[in-house]
């Protein structure tokens, strides 16, 4: 059993920004992050993976390289967190003490909630851009396409970027156009939810690519079923779940259900949902002060996003360090998320709001348009600021950018 001022559980966006920033601080031997696997995914860049336009291994890192210097890398699982004891369980049965917690495990994708849906991804045409496993289907699916449906769903919330399952229907349009088989294609968008997008001028400017692109909007259709034997998709109707509604698929692009991992949803630190229950604004915890999350994991109510970890990343650092020296975490989440909604292979509507679903843009251009400048922003700058900038704990988010770009009128 061992002991460490910080212990920071998961090494995805938000575990290796903070432990970046604290044993920066804090120095060698009092910051560990405890993480089981050997690659780290920048997870935004499997949009442009499934549409073929960049390969799955330069969404990956080894898991050693990124680590932190300065952070001690506990290579294994967490099994159990205890807040009134302050210590996390592992796989091997070795209790790990802390005297501040960071919870960034991330969220559950659950493809097996999906009754067929595991066994129909051997089958072709059934593909996901929500895991390495999955997304290299993707493209495979659009370059073998010839006629039929092709069908892209959006699950009951909640999921990390919301913005992904329609990103890549825009791809999957343009792709077809290039190849001349775009007549061959009935594009359908079936969602769970009531509108194509949360925000509305968003939704607005949305709205009006699905019409340019002739896509067939379902609102209010949930994937329940895949049979692949008979290349159907089975939905639940959202206003009467007992009745169900089948398409046949050429191609089937699932985004799953996600949910919280069952570590955080059977401890005491998780709300009623079973996301780890903290101060939207400070990200400390509700109950207890040495216990802070950020990312899918916890309940903020913003859009799960690495662009909200961003911000995130650098509000919970400050808060720990603040709260370890005696003072008091200050409130200034205003929940900014940002989702590069990509239309197509060189165009992209940069959307950015906050928690009331109210725009929070960095550029003083209408960013409802879509726009090639954006497509490079996302394919390319943002891909640099990850790796270069959130992992090693100088990325704040685009606040003070905003401001310049706005002459100081913007918040
Ligand atoms: P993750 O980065 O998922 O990290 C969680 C870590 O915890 C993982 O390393 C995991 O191995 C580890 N872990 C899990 N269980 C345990 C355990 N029991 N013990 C120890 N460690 C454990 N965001 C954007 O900002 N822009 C985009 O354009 C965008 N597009 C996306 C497209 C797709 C297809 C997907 C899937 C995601 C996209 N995202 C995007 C979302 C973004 O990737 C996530 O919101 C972000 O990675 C979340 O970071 P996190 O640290 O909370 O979780
Ligand atoms: C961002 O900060 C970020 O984190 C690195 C992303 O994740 C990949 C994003 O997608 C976006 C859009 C931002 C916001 C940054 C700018 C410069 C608008």
Same mark, same amino acid.
């Given at each position: 059993?061992?002991?460490?001022?910080?212990?920071?559980?998961?090494?995805?966006?938000?575990?290796?920004?903070?432990?970046?920033?604290?044993?920066?601080?804090?120095?060698?031997?009092?910051?560990?992050?405890?993480?089981?696997?050997?690659?780290?995914?920048?997870?935004?860049?499997?949009?442009?993976?499934?549409?073929?336009?960049?390969?799955?291994?330069?969404?990956?890192?080894?898991?050693?390289?990124?680590?932190?210097?300065?952070?001690?890398?506990?290579?294994?699982? @967490?099994? $159990?967190? %205890?807040?009134?004891? *302050?210590?996390?369980?592992?796989?091997?049965?070795? +209790?790990?003490?802390? =005297?501040?917690?960071?919870?960034?495990?991330?969220?559950?994708?659950?493809?097996?909630?999906?009754?067929?849906?595991?066994?129909?991804?051997?089958?072709?045409?059934?593909?996901?851009?929500?895991?390495?496993?999955?997304?290299?289907?993707?493209?495979?699916?659009?370059?073998?396409?010839?006629?039929?449906?092709?069908?892209?769903?959006?699950?009951?919330?909640?999921?990390?970027?919301?913005?992904?399952?329609?990103?890549?229907?825009?791809?999957?349009?343009?792709?077809?156009?290039?190849?001349?088989?775009?007549?061959?294609?009935?594009?359908?968008?079936?969602?769970?939810?009531?509108?194509?997008?949360?925000?509305?001028?968003?939704?607005?400017?949305?709205?009006?690519? @699905?019409? $340019?692109? %002739?896509?067939?909007? *379902?609102?209010?259709?949930?994937?329940?079923?895949? +049979?692949?034997?008979? =290349?159907?998709?089975?939905?639940?109707?959202?206003?009467?779940?007992?009745?169900?509604?089948?398409?046949?698929?050429?191609?089937?692009?699932?985004?799953?259900?996600?949910?919280?991992?069952?570590?955080?949803?059977?401890?005491?630190?998780?709300?009623?949902?079973?996301?780890?229950?903290?101060?939207?604004?400070?990200?400390?915890?509700?109950?207890?002060?040495?216990?802070?999350?950020?990312?899918?994991?916890?309940?903020?109510?913003?859009?799960?996003?690495?662009?909200?970890?961003?911000?995130?990343?650098?509000?919970?650092?400050?808060?720990?360090?603040?709260?370890?020296?005696?003072?008091?975490?200050?409130?200034?989440?205003?929940?900014?998320?940002?989702?590069?909604?990509?239309?197509?292979?060189?165009?992209?509507?940069?959307?950015?709001?906050?928690?009331?679903?109210?725009?929070?843009?960095?550029?003083?251009?209408?960013?409802?348009?879509?726009?090639?400048?954006?497509?490079?922003?996302?394919?390319?700058?943002?891909?640099?600021?990850?790796?270069?900038?959130?992992?090693?704990?100088?990325?704040?988010?685009?606040?003070?950018?905003?401001?310049?770009?706005?002459?100081?009128?913007?918040?």
């Amino acid at each position: 059993n061992s002991t460490y001022e910080v212990v920071v559980a998961g090494g995805g966006s938000g575990g290796i920004s903070v432990g970046c920033r604290l044993s920066d601080k804090l120095g060698a031997g009092n910051v560990a992050i405890i993480e089981p696997n050997d690659t780290h995914y920048y997870q935004p860049l499997w949009t442009l993976v499934g549409g073929g336009a960049k390969s799955l291994s330069s969404s990956a890192k080894a898991m050693k390289d990124v680590m932190p210097p300065k952070a001690t890398w506990i290579k294994n699982e @967490v099994k $159990e967190i %205890d807040p009134e004891t *302050n210590s996390v369980t592992l796989e091997n049965g070795e +209790k790990v003490f802390y =005297k501040y917690l960071v919870v960034a495990l991330g969220i559950k994708v659950k493809f097996e909630d999906i009754k067929g849906l595991p066994e129909a991804f051997s089958t072709p045409g059934v593909c996901s851009n929500y895991s390495p496993k999955t997304v290299e289907k993707t493209f495979n699916a659009l370059q073998d396409f010839k006629e039929g449906n092709a069908i892209f769903t959006f699950p009951k919330p909640p999921l990390k970027c919301p913005g992904a399952p329609q990103k890549i229907m825009y791809l999957a349009d343009s792709y077809f156009r290039k190849h001349g088989k775009r007549q061959n294609a009935n594009i359908m968008f079936n969602t769970s939810g009531p509108a194509i997008f949360a925000v509305k001028k968003y939704a607005e400017a949305l709205m009006k690519v @699905v019409e $340019e692109k %002739d896509i067939t909007l *379902n609102f209010g259709l949930n994937l329940v079923e895949v +049979k692949p034997d008979t =290349k159907e998709a089975v939905f639940e109707k959202m206003s009467s779940p007992e009745e169900t509604v089948s398409y046949n698929y050429e191609m089937l692009h699932v985004s799953p259900p996600c949910g919280p991992l069952d570590v955080v949803k059977s401890s005491k630190i998780a709300d009623a949902a079973g996301f780890v229950d903290v101060n939207k604004e400070t990200m400390q915890h509700v109950k207890y002060p040495n216990v802070f999350s950020l990312g899918d994991c916890s309940n903020i109510p913003t859009s799960k996003t690495a662009a909200a970890i961003a911000c995130q990343n650098a509000i919970l650092s400050k808060n720990l360090l603040a709260v370890r020296a005696g003072g008091k975490a200050i409130p200034s989440y205003e929940g900014y998320t940002s989702c590069p909604l990509i239309t197509g292979y060189n165009s992209c509507i940069l959307a950015e709001f906050d928690f009331d679903l109210q725009p929070l843009e960095t550029f003083p251009i209408n960013q409802g348009k879509p726009r090639w400048s954006m497509y490079y922003m996302k394919a390319d700058v943002m891909r640099m600021i990850y790796w270069q900038m959130l992992l090693k704990g100088r990325w704040s988010g685009p606040k003070t950018f905003r401001k310049i770009m706005h002459l100081g009128m913007s918040r």
